[in-house]
């Protein structure tokens, strides 16, 4: 679990802005590590410098700083491609090809001899749910089919890393949910996946950890439990009471209407929870349960973008 998959080190990428224009710094020293096994995913507003940053590690680009490994080889090398599945967002197949024959073509990149490319097509076809669209040709394809003929690509060659790049656009609820268990099924087997996607709710389904991208910088990072665990340490709910009463001990915010309310508490040890607990019991307040706070990750998403762009 501890191999590092993804290792960057302090990378940076900066393009020339043209005749006299000013260069545009996409990433700055930004520093990530993906362990084997990982479903990790990589959040940030357009333009926050994901898509460099996977350019960067497939070789697309070159980084102006700092370094990076895949599967413990230097970047821009073909040894650190070798394992590597990539499903980019804006992906094409030939039109007059079937899927059949748009996998085979994968197939012989991917080494496969004669004999073995068309099983492993089929294979893959039936993974992603396509198997019946097999000798159909990909030009009637919808979108959400054109995307799980891309993820089929990706599992080519049974990669060690695949990285996904919004994967569910385009793909219907049932489709989204057959893509969250393929990649769940991906992580169990052993496979790390990089998710890149604007979908919050899918990345905090699916994903063990996230890092969030700003203006090129790392801005947040840690697991989905970390991620959305919420500012106050507790929640509890009960019948409301005027927040303007004297017995409503400090740091106890609360909202909500009949029948109950939400209390958030800030308190640092189990000890002081109670002695808060005891307080609004006193105020007039009767409780329903109490929890530790919570939040979405799109609700901490936003946050952490405010605060970093903020203190920018």
Known sequence: MHDPVVQA??????YSGGFRAKPIQA???FSLTVHRGEVFGLLGPNGAGKTTFIKALLGVIRPTSGSATLLGQPIGTPASRFRVGYLP???RFPGYLT????????ARLS???????KSESVRLLGRVGLAEWADTKVKKFSKGMMQRLGLAQALMGDPELVILDEPTDGVDPIGRREIRDLVTWLSQSGTTVFLNSHLLSEVEMVCTRAAILNDGKLVGQGSIAELTTAPAAYEAQGTPVDAGLPGLPDGVTHDGELPWATYRIHADSPEELTA???????AGVTLRQVTSGKRTLEQAFVEIVADAEAAN
């Open 9 to 14: 080190t302090s990378l940076g990428k900066q």
């Open 27 to 29: 990433l700055s020293d």
């Open 276 to 282: 808060m607990l005891g307080q609004l019991i006193k």
């Open 111 to 117: 080494g496969h001899d004669a004999p073995s490319r």
């Open 89 to 91: 967002e804006q992906h």
């Open 99 to 106: 899927a059949v024959q748009a996998l085979d073509l994968y």
